[in-house]
C-alpha cells in the first residue's frame, strides 16, 4: 500500500533553513506529481507546492515563492522541501501528498501523517 | 488566484441526519475539485475527485455532485465516525486552494 513518511521538522530560527523529506513507498514514485501541504495550528490546509514526475515542473503558493523549493530524487523515491528564511507564519504541520497523475495537476489521493515545523527564535 | 468558500463553517448533527456542505469558487473550475474529511490530529483523506466520483473505499453515503462555481457534498445518513472537519480544494488552476473548511460536530 501508499506510503508517505515525513521527516526533517523540528524548531527552526526564524532566517535560518530547514529541509523536508518524504520517503516513498507503494507505488511507483517516477510517474507521480507530489504535492507539499501545510496546516498551522488550529487553522485549514493551505498547498504549498508541487513538482512533477520528473522534477522539471514546479509551482508554489505567492506565500512561500522564492523562499521554499520543492525536488525530488526519484532514485532514492523521496521528495524534499528546502525551507530557506522560514518566518513565524510557516510555522505549521507540513504533510506530503502523492498527486493521482503525472503532472500533480489532480487532487492529491495519498497523504502522509505530516511533520511539525516551529519557527521560533 | 481562484477563491474557495465554504458553508456552514460549522454544523451541528445527529447520527442518521442528511448533511449537506457547500463550496463556492470565484470562477469556473468545471469539475476540478475534491472533498477531504479531516478528522483530529490526522491527515486528510480524499473522500470524492472531480466533484462527484467517490473514492475507492469510501462509504457509498458520501456522495458529491456539482459543476462550474458551486459544488455540494451530502452525507446521506450521519455515523459516528463522520463527525469530522471537510475541506473542499479546487486543482483547476494555480495555486491550488482549500476551502476553509466545515466542522461537523455532534448535537
Known amino acids: 500500500q501508499v506510503q508517505l513518511v515525513e521527516s526533517g521538522g523540528g524548531v527552526v530560527q526564524p532566517g535560518r533553513s530547514l529541509r523536508l523529506s518524504c520517503a516513498a513507498s507503494g507505488f511507483t514514485f517516477s510517474t507521480h506529481g507530489m504535492h507539499w501541504v501545510r496546516q498551522a495550528p488550529g487553522k485549514g490546509l493551505q498547498w504549498v507546492a508541487v513538482?512533477?514526475?520528473?522534477?522539471?515542473?514546479?509551482y508554489y503558493a505567492d506565500s512561500v515563492k522564492g523562499r521554499f523549493t520543492i525536488s525530488r530524487d526519484n532514485s532514492k523515491n523521496t521528495l524534499y522541501l528546502q525551507m530557506n528564511s522560514p518566518r513565524a507564519e510557516d510555522t505549521a504541520v507540513y504533510y506530503c501528498?502523492?498527486?493521482?497523475?503525472?503532472?500533480?495537476?489532480?487532487?492529491?489521493?495519498?497523504w502522509g501523517q505530516g511533520t511539525l515545523v516551529t519557527v521560533s527564535s | 488566484d481562484i477563491q474557495m468558500t465554504q458553508s456552514p463553517s460549522s454544523v451541528s448533527a445527529s447520527v442518521g441526519d442528511r448533511v449537506t456542505i457547500t463550496c463556492r469558487a470565484s470562477?469556473?473550475?468545471?469539475?476540478?475539485l475534491g472533498w477531504y474529511q479531516q478528522k483530529v490530529g490526522k491527515a486528510p483523506k480524499r473522500l470524492i475527485y472531480?466533484?462527484?466520483s467517490l473514492q475507492s473505499g469510501v462509504p457509498s453515503r458520501f456522495s458529491g455532485s456539482g459543476s462550474g462555481t458551486e459544488f455540494t457534498l451530502t452525507i446521506s445518513s450521519l455515523q459516528p465516525e463522520d463527525f469530522a472537519t471537510y475541506y473542499c480544494l479546487q486543482h483547476n488552476s494555480y495555486p491550488l486552494t482549500f476551502g476553509p473548511g466545515t466542522k461537523v460536530d455532534i448535537k
Open positions: 470562477q469556473g473550475i468545471r469539475n476540478d
Open positions: 513538482i512533477s514526475y520528473d522534477g522539471n515542473n514546479e
Open positions: 472531480a466533484a462527484s
Open positions: 501528498a502523492k498527486g493521482p497523475d503525472l503532472h500533480g495537476r489532480w487532487s492529491p489521493d495519498d
